[in-house]
């Protein structure tokens, strides 16, 4: 979706080496996540923020950190990458789905995806 | 947590119907159950969302027992480009921390 973009697309890094994906999006929404997705598996939740005073741990927060410096960016920072950080990372975001109901009815918007190689 | 299970493959052929099931045993009386639609090296896609009974939009339906315990993805006359992995999504209450996207159904379409 063009409305959310991350860049870079592709990074290799070194073991040991501080690297930032950040995330951009113009669809107004509050809510912003981060995910990691390793070859064949489903979409794992790194972090996720519901505005911008609001950041939450998701299920693999270890090694990660996150900084949301407005509603449109969302970036993700491995302190000291390690190779079985290597993974595409996803950055979405989302609607508050309907108005009354719990937020399971929000819709995700995901960006294109950075694909990232820690040697 | 309401954890979702999923046939990891399906194989078809185009011009058929296929229907990929999802159970979620736990899921809470105010979830919702969505279903996300991914290509290769790119971002999962919403496809189509539901509470109960039946909901049917352009691309698919969705059919939920009265218990909710399981959904049914519907996709008519399918063709190869459906080939993808689909997955079934059901939130954990308000705790988005505790939702996860499992490992998805990968449905490959033969001509």
């Known amino acids: 979706d063009a409305d959310v973009t991350q860049t870079p697309r592709n990074r290799i890094t070194k073991t040991g080496k501080r690297i930032m994906l950040e995330c951009s999006q113009t669809?107004?929404?509050?809510?912003m996540y981060w995910y990691r997705q390793d070859p064949g598996l489903g979409l794992r939740l790194i972090y996720y923020?519901?505005?911008?005073?609001?950041?939450n741990k998701g299920e693999i927060s270890d090694g990660y950190s996150v900084s949301r410096q407005a509603q449109a960016k969302f970036s993700l920072s491995l302190e000291s990458a390690i190779p079985n950080q290597t993974a595409l990372y996803f950055c979405?975001?989302?609607?508050?789905?309907?108005?009354?109901?719990?937020?399971?009815?929000?819709?995700?918007?995901f960006g294109p995806g950075t694909r990232l190689l820690v040697l | 947590l309401a954890k979702t299970t999923q046939p990891i493959s399906m194989d078809s052929y185009e011009g058929q119907e296929v229907n990929i099931t999802c159970s979620h045993n736990?899921?809470?009386?105010?979830?919702?159950i969505t279903w996300y639609q991914q290509f290769p090296s790119q971002g999962p896609r919403f496809i189509i969302q539901?509470?109960?009974t039946k909901v049917t939009n352009e691309v698919a339906s969705l059919f939920i027992p009265a218990d909710r315990k399981s959904s049914t993805l519907s996709l008519p006359r399918v063709s190869l480009s459906d080939t993808a992995v689909y997955y079934c999504?059901?939130?954990?209450?308000?705790?988005?921390?505790?939702?996860?996207f499992g490992d998805g159904t990968t449905l490959t379409v033969k001509p």
């Open positions: 539901g509470y109960k």
């Open positions: 979405a975001t989302s609607d508050e789905g309907l108005a009354g109901v719990t937020w399971s009815t929000e819709t995700q918007y």
């Open positions: 736990n899921i809470a009386t105010n979830d919702y």
């Open positions: 923020s519901f505005d911008v005073k609001d950041i």
């Open positions: 999504l059901v939130g954990d209450g308000n705790n988005a921390g505790k939702s996860t």
């Open positions: 669809k107004g929404h509050d809510r």
